[in-house]
């Protein structure tokens, strides 16, 4: 377009230095119309990064929401106890509701302990401990009950018995808290079960809320 301007310019028959200023003049314009039309364009780059920007930032914060909250909600009442009084009907133990464990003696029960269900979906193995007492587990077609002491690790659904016996001991333990612990996706997942006794051989317990530890 400049170069257009130039040659008919240079057809015109006129003072070099008024030719020259008019050129100059010329190109100046079409230059700074440029310059408007380059920093206009700029201006509208510079704001869609910035709406882009916010967007991305937005879509970030919900999705990580998004992502933690389902991951807690899935890993919520990940352990499942089923408890089992005298009367050998089950029971699904309730976050900070007491349950009857029964009655246990050697002399009067036909069981090794009393006995408990823990279950998981989320994984197969759950590491278990206590502070008094025992665990057993007890195969009832032979008869044959294994002692493992105050730590084990069961199979998700296993009943696991626990008695208020001592090994080796006749000593007969008045309360008692087992732990129990699985690990999911990196994460520690606990609950315990609290038992004491109401006389020489009831016992109740009740069951805590679960903690997530990363």
Known sequence: MFDKYKRGMNEIN???ELRNR???DIK???NDNQSKVTKKINKKIFVFICVFSIILA?????LFNYSSSTMKKSLQNVLIITVYAHNDNPTIAEPNVKFLLGKYSPAMSSVPGMPIKIESNNTNEIELSL?????ITWNSTDGTIISHGEKTIIRSGEIIY???LED????TAQESVITMKVIIDSKEITNSIIITSTDEYSY???????????
């Open 204 to 214: 109740i317990g009740k069951l805590g809320n679960e903690k997530i530890k990363n």
């Open 168 to 171: 080796n001991s006749q000593y």
């Open 22 to 24: 008019v050129i100059n």
């Open 58 to 62: 937005f879509s970030s914060v919900c």
């Open 162 to 164: 626990w008695s208020p």
């Open 28 to 30: 100046l314009n079409i």
């Open 131 to 135: 502070t008094k007492g025992v665990f």
């Open 14 to 16: 006129i003072n070099e």
